[in-house]
């Protein structure tokens, strides 16, 4: 079962309410941990995530109004996922190194570049999808085009990736690790 914590866009003022669910994975399937394995739509009202059959690797999907969970065709091979800002989409990265956009309204698997498949990514209000390469953070229109570099290792500070980017203030800031080792206290 996957336990899914809901945040919320309200002001910290306002009544808010806690919602609780439990999703039970489909018959053999294991959740893929990853650090972006499960995304949660930005209404709140869908959950994705990696799941593992077979030692294939695939994304699902489960509207909390249906009861079924479901495989998003053409996700095979998908080790991270996230929303596009409508809910309409998701980002994935594929354990070949590529970054995908697919559709869920209409199942159409567009594949922008190639990308770190383990760093994450982040799709923001202005459709710019922003994604970790070895060499830094890099950004591409989900519509397609050439990517753009948004940030470079400091190789003389120990950096040794930049990952996890998280788009706010409707995608204007980029919150990202810095990674500079792998023990405890090395990210930041």
């Not at 799941?51 to 053409?74: E, K, N, Y």
């Not at 706010?168 to 206290?185: P, Q």
């Amino acid at each position: 079962a996957i336990t899914v914590r809901m945040l919320s866009q309200q002001s910290p003022r306002a009544n808010r309410s806690v919602a609780r669910l439990e999703i039970n994975l489909p018959s053999g399937v294991e959740l893929y941990a990853n650090s972006q394995s499960v995304a949660v739509s930005p209404d709140s009202m869908t959950l994705a995530f990696v799941g593992v059959s077979g030692g294939i690797r695939q994304i699902f999907v489960r509207h909390f109004d249906q009861f079924d969970t479901a495989p998003v065709p053409g996700s095979e091979t998908g080790s991270e996922c996230f929303f596009s800002p409508d809910g309409r989409s998701l980002g994935v990265l594929t354990n070949q190194g590529q970054l995908k956009t697919i559709s869920l309204t209409n199942g159409l698997v567009v594949t922008l570049t190639e990308a770190d498949f383990t760093a994450g990514g982040a799709w923001a209000p202005d459709n710019q999808i922003t994604f970790s390469r070895p060499d830094g953070l890099w950004r591409i229109r989900a519509a397609g085009g050439m990517p753009t570099q948004l940030t470079r290792l400091n190789r003389s500070k120990g950096e040794q990736s930049h990952g996890t980017p998280t788009a706010i203030a409707d995608g204007k800031v980029i919150l990202f690790t810095v990674v500079t080792g792998s023990g405890r206290g090395e990210a930041h």
